[in-house]
C-alpha cells in the first residue's frame, strides 16, 4: 500500500458484511488516519481510540481511499 510520503494511519484489512463499518462504507484497504479527530498512527492505537468509545456511540472517521481523503460515521447496533 503505498501512502504519500509523511502519511501514517491504521490498514482496514477486511470488514465483516452487514458489520456497522460495512454499512458505513468502510472499505478493506482504507487507511483511517483520524477516530473523532485524534490522529491514529497506527493499528495499534486505532484500536485504543474505539476502546475508549462508549457502547452505542456513533464513530467519526477520517479516511484515506485511493488518493482521497473523506469522513464515515459508524452508527454501532
Same mark, same amino acid.
Given at each position: 500500500? =503505498? ?11 477486511? &470488514? ?16 483511517? =488516519?483520524?477516530?473523532?479527530? @485524534?490522529? &491514529?498512527?497506527?493499528? &495499534?492505537?486505532? =484500536? @485504543? ?9 456513533? &464513530? ?12 464515515? @460515521?459508524? =452508527?454501532?447496533?
Amino acid at each position: 500500500m =503505498r501512502l504519500p510520503t509523511g502519511m501514517d494511519g491504521a490498514l482496514v484489512t477486511a &470488514v465483516a458484511d452487514g458489520s456497522p463499518a460495512d454499512d458505513a462504507g468502510v472499505h478493506a484497504g482504507d487507511i483511517v =488516519r483520524e477516530i473523532h479527530r @485524534q490522529i &491514529v498512527p497506527n493499528a &495499534v492505537d486505532a =484500536r @485504543q481510540a474505539l476502546a475508549g468509545i462508549e457502547a452505542g456511540n456513533p &464513530v467519526f472517521l477520517l479516511v484515506w481511499r485511493q488518493g482521497n481523503e473523506f469522513f464515515l @460515521q459508524i =452508527r454501532p447496533d
